[in-house]
């Protein structure tokens, strides 16, 4: 077997025939399984199986030469117990509904991930309020730019917005961010706190296809009395004067 970052191999193996290998592999302590497949309904005749391989810290095994390996059957990531620990940033979602196939480690893999999709207090209370900040600026952008008359850039500024804004809503349930093409699937069956979900989908989706000011504005009054509740109102109210253009015309929060 050749390794390295995605390999492509002339003779694929079969997602059945590695799960096969890797549980007879004493070198093997853990089999985890994320992407489409652990996302019921998701998984179409294109979708590949995603696996983290987990082996002990001096394995001698052939099958660490697997990390990178991919076909369209099988891509597999090689790591050992302590970096899963520390895998982070887009990982980490996909991570968050990833399900453990194999853990030989007293139940240390399962238990992170179990953690992976979920946010430290402190933790996610930064990640908020970096991210509210975040999406106000853009917000506040493309507002401006639609009253100068410069409508592709405030339309630009407007869908640059919702990612932050996601990241912010997620943040304030302790949770990461899926994907997009999870958003949907996340929200149907987990939905965060406060909102509906077909309403909030709706006018992420009409904000990204329309820019539309008035429906921003009308989405940054739900977003600011949420992050005002969860004690983000310092981040808000750094704005100033400017959040009376982000607000709906003649809404007036008091600062807290």
Not at 75 to 97: F, I, N, P, S
Not at 132 to 138: I, P, S
Not at 147 to 157: I, S, T, V
């Amino acid at each position: 077997m050749t390794g390295g970052q995605h390999v492509h191999p002339q003779c694929p193996l079969t997602y059945e025939a590695f799960l096969d290998r890797a549980t007879a592999d004493p070198d093997v302590v853990g089999l985890i399984l994320k992407g489409s497949h652990t996302h019921e309904g998701m998984a179409t005749g294109h979708s590949d199986h995603d696996v983290y391989l987990i082996l002990v810290d001096d394995a001698t095994t052939e099958l660490a030469a697997l990390d990178g390996y991919r076909s369209a059957a099988l891509d597999v990531v090689v790591t050992t117990v302590g970096g899963l620990r520390h895998r982070g940033g887009l990982e980490r979602c996909a991570l968050a509904r990833a399900r453990v196939l194999l853990d030989r480690a007293d139940g240390e893999i399962t238990e992170i991930i179990t953690r992976k999709g979920r946010l430290g207090a402190e933790e996610a209370r930064t990640a908020a309020a970096h991210r509210l900040d975040a999406y106000a600026n853009w917000l506040y952008r493309s507002v401006k730019n639609d009253r100068d008359g410069r409508g592709p850039a405030a339309h630009l500024d407007a869908a640059e917005s919702l990612g932050h804004l996601l990241e912010l809503l997620f943040a304030l349930d302790r949770r990461p961010r899926p994907y997009n093409k999870y958003l949907a699937w996340e929200l149907e069956r987990f939905s965060l706190p406060g909102w509906d979900t077909g309403i909030l989908l709706d006018t992420i989706e009409k904000i990204q296809r329309t820019g539309d000011v008035s429906l921003q504005r009308r989405l940054f009054a739900q977003v600011e009395k949420t992050a005002r509740a969860a004690g983000h109102a310092a981040t808000l109210d750094a704005w100033g004067e400017d959040l009376a253009l982000m607000r709906p015309p003649a809404r007036r929060v008091s600062a807290s």
